[in-house]
């Protein structure tokens, strides 16, 4: 998949764990361990700005191009 | 309130569409197997069978009547075969329906074998109108030819609900990986 996403990432430089993400987003942990591990296919606008709000973070820092990455 | 009574009517239709493709199951098997009895009773009796379907048969039209019959028997099987598979497809359906995931790549094919069955059962009215023409010794046993567009209607319906649900269950895949 070209889109790594880099949530585990962000949420280590945040010292929080998924589960209290998923508990301050309100969507499951299911569907936010769907999208760590780059299983999603697509993501919803509302799941990116409930993200990016917790984790004062920006789109960017959560979805790169895979290009970006090996880089 | 709206939804749950909304639940409770989706419930009583699949309850109710399960009993009903139930009985029609076990009517339509009923037909075929009696139709199969009947058939083997033309064999054994010959040309005595005819009179007990049709008392008013000439001596001199026993032979062709005879024939009519058993082909008229024939059609009969093939239409208890198409509705046998028309019934347990929809059978099918309803289940996935009643699990609450209708909108499946399955049911798209399920969809389509109803699609051919419906058309086979329409196409069975040629050898009905063939028989109709061809054989007046069948007199009031004679199926009779008519045209029926709602059924040819039904098919295009069925067919075109094929392509429907394909598109349905690839939008649901698709956001069923949606986050």
Same mark, same amino acid.
């Given at each position: 998949m070209p889109i790594a996403i880099k949530l585990d990432e962000v949420l280590d430089r945040r010292r929080m764990s998924l589960t209290e993400l998923s508990e301050a987003v309100d969507i499951t942990l299911a569907n936010l361990s769907i999208l760590k591990t780059g299983k999603a296919r697509a993501i919803r606008f509302s799941t990116l700005e409930a993200i990016c709000t917790t984790l004062h973070c920006q789109p960017g820092d959560i979805l790169v191009l895979a290009e970006e990455v090996e880089d | 309130m709206l939804p749950t009574a909304h639940l409770t009517n989706k419930d009583r239709l699949i309850k109710g569409s399960r009993l009903f493709v139930r009985i029609a199951l076990i009517v339509n098997r009923a037909f075929f197997f009696g139709v199969i009895a009947m058939l083997v009773v033309s064999i054994i009796?010959?040309?005595?069978?005819?009179p007990l379907l049709?008392?008013?048969? @000439?001596a001199a039209d026993l032979p062709s009547a005879l024939t009519g019959l058993r082909l008229l028997m024939l059609v009969g099987l093939a239409m208890a075969v198409a509705t046998e598979i028309v019934l347990r497809t929809l059978a099918q359906i309803i289940t996935s329906a009643g699990a609450g995931d209708p909108f499946i790549a399955a049911n798209a094919r399920r969809l389509q074998t109803i699609g051919w069955a419906l058309l086979g059962l329409q196409l069975l009215a040629i050898p009905c109108a063939l028989l109709d023409k061809f054989c007046p010794?069948?007199? @009031?046993?004679a199926p009779g030819a008519s045209f029926s567009p709602g059924g040819w209607l039904a098919v295009l319906m069925v067919f075109v609900l094929s392509r429907v649900f394909a598109a349905g269950s690839t939008m649901r895949d698709e956001l069923e990986g949606t986050v």
């Open positions: - | 009796l010959s040309t005595r069978f005819v049709i008392p008013t048969t @000439s010794a069948l007199g @009031s046993a």
